[in-house]
C-alpha cells in the first residue's frame, strides 16, 4: 500500500511538472507578418504628425492632414488660436469637376505644391489629370527627353491643370495659358540676387548668367547660351564641384561634357562664393561590379580613404569674387596633418522650405567673414576660425581640445554677429557657451547633467534662446527630447513643450509659436500648438489608428534595465506577437545597432515595422535596447564607452538586458535567442554570435562592416580612435588597429546567415566576403545571400530580405518555416495582368 501510495504521488508530481512547464512556441505564423506589410500599412496608417508650411508675411502656418477618410487641408492663425479649412473639400472636388469636365470627388483630391501669393490671399496649385496629354508644348516635350535621352521612347505622363483659389472669395480659377516655371536644373546653382549661375564642367568651374540660365532651362543643347569659365585648373579627384561616385565606367564617359553640380556657399550679397576643394588624387581607389548593367556588367571605380591609410584626402577652401573674376582668395587654413574642413552656413527660415530655390548662404550676413571649421584626423582637437575676405588671413575663435573624438554642432551668430554661441561637451555634457566674436568666453550659458540638442533660434529682442534638450526631466526616459527657453544669461530656465513623449517642434522665424508633435512607441501621436512661453494653444490633430487596430496591431512595451556594470540604466522596447499567449515561451530575438550615433531604439510612435514590431509576429519576443557607448543623447562618458573597443563594446549590455527580461518574465525562452541587424548592426550581429557562441543561437547579419579596417576612415577612426605619432623631426603618421570578426570565426556555434548588397559602395561586399572566407578557413557551416544590383540598403529587394530573415529564424528557433518556393506573401500583392 506504502509503495502504492509513493507511486502515485510520484505520478502526480510528474503530472504537475508536466503542467506547470510553459508550452514552447514551435509553430511559425506566416498570416500576421502577411498583413502588416509595408504596402498593407500605407494604406491603414496615413498622417501621424503635422507638417507646418510656415507664412512670409505673416505667423500662420497650412498643413495637410490624412486619415481614412480622405485627406484635408488646413491654414491656422496663431495669434487669433484658429483653425479651418484652407478650403472645403466638397466644394473644391465640384468645382474642379466644372472647370475640367473630369470627375473629382472630396476623399480624393489629387492637390499638389500649394503654394501662397498674391498677398497670401491666393493659392495656386497643380491637379493631375486621370486622362493622358495628348497635347504637350514643346518646351514639355524637350524636358521630357531630357529626363528620359537614355531610353528608346519616353512615355506620356498624365495632363497637368493649374489652378489659383481666392481664399476670401472661395472662387476657383483653371489657369489655361499658364506655364509653369521651368523647374531648376540639380547642376544649377544659383547667387540670392538671381544673377548667377555657378556650375561645374569636365572638373572646372562656370557661371553663366540670368538670361542665359532661362535657355539653359528651357534647352540645355541651345547652342546661342553664353558661358563663361572660371577656372581652367581642375581635373578628375581635383575637382571644383563633382565627384563621379555611383557612376560605372560607361557613365562616365557618357556623361562627362554634362553640367554638373557646383557645391558652393554665397554671401547674403552675392558678391562672393566659396568653397571646398578636396584634391583626392593620392587616394586609393575602390571598386564594386554592377553585374547587372547591359549589355554587360560594368566597373565602379570611386576613391575610398580606409583607416589608417597614409593617402587622406587634402581640403582647402577658395573664396571667388564676382566683381573681379580673376581673383581667388586662397587662406592658409593649415593646422593638423590630413585635417577636415567644412564651411559654416547660415540656417535656412522655416519659411522659406516652399520656395522654389533657396541657395546656400555662408554664416555670416556680412560678405567680410567666411566661418569655417577644421577638425583634426583624430578628432580631437577642432578650431572654429574665419577668413577675413579683405586680406585672406585666418582668425581662430573658438578651440576644442578633448582626449578622444569632439562632435560638433555648429554654432550661432546673435545680437549684430558680436557674440557666438557654441555646443559643447567640455563638463562631460552638451551644453551652450556664449563667446564674444574675438573667441574670449563670457559665460556657460546651460549646465546640468542632462544633453543639449539643437539651437533652435534666438530672439534678439528679449535675448532668449531656444533649443531641445533630453534627460532633464525626471521620471521619463531620458532620450524623450522637449523645448526649451533660458535667457542668453543663463537665467529663466523654462520647459515649454510638457509631457512625458517624445516630442518634435517646427518653430516660426519669429520664434512666437510652436507646432509641437508628440507620442511614444505606446501611444497615438498627437499634434497642437502652443506659444513661446509653453502656453497651449490649440489642438491640431490626433492621429487615426482605427485601421492598424481592426487588422490586430498592438502597441509595444518600453522597459527599463540595466547594464552589465548593475548601475547604468539602459532603455528598450519589447515587440511581441498580436497572438501573444503569456502562457506558452517564445524565442526571443534583438534587433541591434551598436551606435555611437545612435542605438536604433524607437522612442514615438513609428510605422516602419519590418525589424521589430513585423518580425515578432511569426511567433518571437522582439526586443530593441541602447548600451553603453551607443547615443551621443546622453553623457559623454555613456557617449565613448566604446571608444578604443569598437568591437566588442555593446555586446556584455545587450545580453544582460536579455537575461534580465528572461528573469522577469517567463514567457521568454532564454535557451533560444537570435539577434540581428544591419550594417553596424551587421557587424555587431556577428559579433555577438561569435563572442557569446553559448547565448545567441541564431543571427542575421546584413550589409554588416566586419573588418573596420577596410570601412570608410571617418567613422572608424573617429569611433575607435586612431593614433596620432609625430617624430623628432615633426612628421606625423597616424596608427589604426582594430579587432575584425574575422579574426573570431572559429568561434561560431549556432546558425549565422551574412548578407551584402552587391554594389555597396558604403560598406563594401568585400566586409561581408572576408567574413565568410575566414568561416570557411574554419570548417564553419554558414549561410551567405548576395542582392543583385543593391547598394547599401537593399532598395527594392527589403522585402525579399525581410521574408529571408523571417524564414531563417523559422527554421533554427521554432524549427518550422515555410519550404513552398514561391515567397507567397510577397506574390499575394502582385496585380497579375
Known amino acids: 500500500m506504502k509503495k502504492l501510495f509513493l507511486l502515485l504521488l510520484a505520478v502526480m508530481a510528474n503530472v504537475l511538472l508536466v503542467i506547470s512547464q510553459p508550452v514552447h512556441v514551435t509553430k511559425a505564423n506566416y498570416d500576421l507578418p502577411a498583413r502588416f506589410s509595408p504596402k498593407k500599412i500605407s494604406k491603414m496608417v496615413f498622417s501621424t504628425s503635422v507638417d507646418a508650411h510656415w507664412l512670409k508675411k505673416s505667423t500662420r502656418f497650412w498643413y495637410s492632414f490624412e486619415t481614412p477618410s480622405g485627406k484635408s487641408y488646413y491654414i491656422v492663425d496663431p495669434a487669433k488660436k484658429s483653425k479651418s479649412l484652407l478650403f472645403d473639400n466638397v466644394d473644391m472636388a465640384a468645382q474642379l469637376s466644372r472647370l475640367t469636365k473630369e470627375p473629382f470627388d472630396a476623399q480624393h483630391l489629387p492637390i499638389q505644391k500649394i503654394k501662397f501669393i498674391k498677398n497670401e490671399t491666393v493659392i495656386q496649385f497643380e491637379v493631375k489629370s486621370t486622362l493622358v496629354d495628348e497635347d504637350k508644348t514643346e518646351d514639355e516635350e524637350n524636358d521630357m527627353k531630357q529626363k528620359k535621352e537614355n531610353k528608346a521612347k519616353a512615355k506620356k505622363d498624365n495632363k497637368t491643370y493649374y489652378f489659383e483659389y481666392d481664399l476670401n472669395t472661395r472662387k476657383l480659377t483653371l489657369l489655361d495659358d499658364y506655364k509653369k516655371p521651368k523647374e531648376n536644373p540639380e547642376w544649377a546653382n544659383i547667387s540670392p540676387n538671381g544673377e548667377y549661375v555657378v556650375y561645374s564642367k569636365n572638373h572646372n568651374l562656370y557661371w553663366m548668367d540670368k538670361e542665359n540660365y532661362e535657355k539653359a532651362k528651357k534647352n540645355e543643347k541651345d547652342s546661342t547660351i553664353v558661358e563663361h569659365q572660371l577656372t581652367t585648373d581642375g581635373e578628375k579627384y581635383y575637382s571644383y564641384g563633382y565627384n563621379t561616385k555611383e557612376e560605372d565606367n560607361v557613365e562616365e564617359v557618357k556623361n562627362k561634357d554634362n553640367r554638373k553640380p557646383a557645391y558652393i556657399t554665397w554671401s547674403h550679397d552675392s558678391r562672393y562664393f566659396a568653397m571646398v576643394r578636396t584634391d583626392q588624387r593620392k587616394v586609393k581607389d575602390l571598386w564594386v561590379i554592377k553585374s547587372l548593367s547591359n549589355p554587360r556588367p560594368t566597373l565602379e571605380t570611386y576613391k575610398y580613404h580606409m583607416p589608417g591609410e597614409k593617402e587622406a584626402p587634402q581640403d582647402e577652401i577658395l573664396v571667388f569674387d564676382m566683381n573681379n573674376r580673376d581673383k581667388v582668395i586662397k587662406p592658409d587654413i593649415k593646422a593638423f596633418k590630413d585635417q577636415d574642413v567644412s564651411i559654416l552656413n547660415y540656417r535656412r527660415l522655416a519659411s522659406e522650405r516652399d520656395d522654389d530655390y533657396v541657395p546656400t548662404r555662408w554664416l555670416s550676413k556680412y560678405n567680410d567673414r567666411l566661418y569655417f571649421q577644421r577638425t583634426s584626423r583624430d578628432l580631437k582637437r577642432i578650431d572654429v576660425c574665419y577668413v577675413d575676405i579683405k586680406t585672406g588671413e585666418v582668425k581662430t575663435v573658438i578651440e576644442e581640445r578633448l582626449n578622444t573624438y569632439i562632435d560638433f554642432n555648429g554654432i550661432a551668430l546673435i545680437n549684430n554677429e558680436k557674440e557666438i554661441i557654441h555646443w559643447s561637451e567640455r563638463d562631460g555634457w552638451g551644453h551652450f557657451y556664449l563667446y564674444d566674436n574675438q573667441g574670449n568666453l563670457i559665460r556657460q550659458i546651460t549646465s546640468g547633467p542632462f544633453h543639449c540638442e539643437r539651437l533652435v533660434g534666438y530672439n534678439e529682442t528679449t535675448k532668449t534662446l531656444f533649443f531641445t534638450a533630453n534627460g532633464r526631466e525626471p521620471n521619463e526616459d531620458p532620450y524623450y527630447l522637449h523645448l526649451y527657453r533660458i535667457g542668453i544669461d543663463g537665467t529663466g530656465l523654462r520647459l515649454l513643450n510638457k509631457g512625458n513623449f517624445d516630442h518634435s517642434i517646427s518653430m516660426d522665424d519669429n520664434q512666437q509659436y510652436i507646432v509641437n508633435n508628440y507620442s511614444r512607441v505606446n501611444t497615438v501621436p498627437e499634434s497642437k500648438l502652443i506659444d513661446n512661453q509653453g502656453n497651449d494653444l490649440l489642438f491640431l490633430e490626433k492621429a487615426d489608428l482605427t485601421l492598424l487596430f481592426e487588422a490586430g496591431y498592438k502597441f509595444p512595451e518600453p522597459f527599463t534595465v540595466k547594464a552589465a556594470d548593475g548601475i547604468t540604466d539602459l532603455y528598450g522596447v519589447m515587440y511581441k506577437p498580436f497572438d501573444f499567449d503569456s502562457t506558452k515561451q517564445y524565442p526571443i530575438i534583438l534587433y541591434v545597432y551598436p551606435g555611437p550615433q545612435t542605438e536604433a531604439v524607437n522612442k514615438s510612435f513609428s510605422v ?53 527580461l528572461a ?123 548576395m542582392y543583385p544590383g543593391q547598394r547599401h540598403g537593399y532598395g527594392d529587394m527589403t522585402e525579399y530580405h525581410f521574408w529571408l530573415t523571417g524564414d531563417y529564424f523559422c527554421k533554427h528557433l521554432l524549427g518550422d518555416y515555410d519550404t513552398s518556393i514561391d515567397i507567397t506573401p510577397m506574390n499575394n500583392e502582385i496585380e497579375r495582368k
Not at 516602419?608 to 511569426?618: G, I, K, S, V, Y
Not at 553596424?680 to 579596417?709: C, I, Q, R, S, Y
Not at 588597429?737 to 546567415?753: F, P, R, V
Open 608 to 660: 516602419r515595422m519590418d525589424r521589430t514590431d513585423r518580425l515578432a509576429q511569426f511567433g518571437f519576443i522582439v526586443i530593441t535596447v541602447g548600451n553603453r557607448g551607443g547615443h551621443p543623447a546622453r553623457s559623454k562618458w555613456y557617449h565613448n564607452y566604446g571608444y578604443g573597443n569598437l568591437r566588442n563594446y555593446g555586446l556584455a549590455d545587450k545580453k544582460a538586458a536579455t537575461e534580465q
Open 663 to 785: 528573469y522577469r518574465h517567463k514567457y521568454i525562452d532564454i535557451n533560444r535567442v537570435g539577434i540581428h541587424g544591419h550594417s553596424g548592426g551587421g557587424f555587431m550581429t556577428a559579433a555577438a554570435m561569435l563572442t557569446f557562441p553559448d547565448f545567441f543561437k541564431v543571427g542575421v547579419a546584413n550589409a554588416g562592416n566586419h573588418e573596420n579596417n577596410i570601412y570608410n576612415r571617418w567613422w572608424s577612426e573617429k569611433h575607435h580612435g586612431v593614433k596620432e605619432i609625430a617624430d623628432t623631426a615633426g612628421n606625423v603618421t597616424f596608427e589604426y588597429n582594430i579587432d575584425k570578426n574575422s579574426e573570431i570565426a572559429k568561434n561560431l556555434k549556432g546558425h549565422l546567415l551574412i548578407t551584402t548588397g552587391e554594389i555597396d559602395n558604403n560598406v563594401h561586399p568585400g566586409n561581408t566576403i572576408r567574413l565568410a572566407n575566414a568561416l570557411i578557413k574554419a570548417n564553419k557551416r554558414f549561410d551567405f545571400f
